[in-house]
């Protein structure tokens, strides 16, 4: 039973903090904002940073509290209003996921203070949880060498369609979000999700030391 508990941990706990990470930057308002002026967005859209803000408030609504599609219409070409709805309803998935990634994160948590096998769990944590490290240090090594190969790769995978193939001359949604901007949030998420990580290892570090230093002292006793 402790083995499929440390399982779920190993899995669930580091995707919660993952998709955590996706939506804590995702729904960063500054950052947009931020990122408008460091890449010439003004310029590009021809629009002030107060429409950019209200534009971007409203986009981020969209996603979060599910907004009619009629709302971006204003501002938003047909073929960016559908992507955006696929967009939607991938972050709606995303939700899902994190809920699901929590429940069972606390379930092995409470699993783990009820038995108080502290040290089976911290060293299973502790190490299992460097395939993560691995997986993260890869992608983000050979995303830095071609980004926008993998970002094309996404895509593909996450997408049946190519709305999201867009025209940087004429529509908005790529002016305001072009690629500089996912590089940059994409480095962030993983930074990020690698410091929760190393936090994580770290407390489980100390709770093996711990347990290490009690067998000690009690077999010098």
Known sequence: MRRVVLFFLIIFLPLFLLLQSVEFNTFDKELYIKSYERYGVLKSTNRSIGELDGITKLLLRYLREGLDKEVLRPFFSDREVKHMEDVKLLFKYGFMLKNISLILSIFGIV???????????????FYGIFGWWGFFILLFIVSTWDFTKYFTYFHLIFFDNDLWILNPDTDLLIQMLPEQFFIHIFRRIVLLFLGMLAIIQLIAYILMRKERDDDGGTMGY
């Open 111 to 125: 699993t783990i203070v009820y038995s108080k096998d502290y040290s089976y769990f911290a060293k299973g944590m």
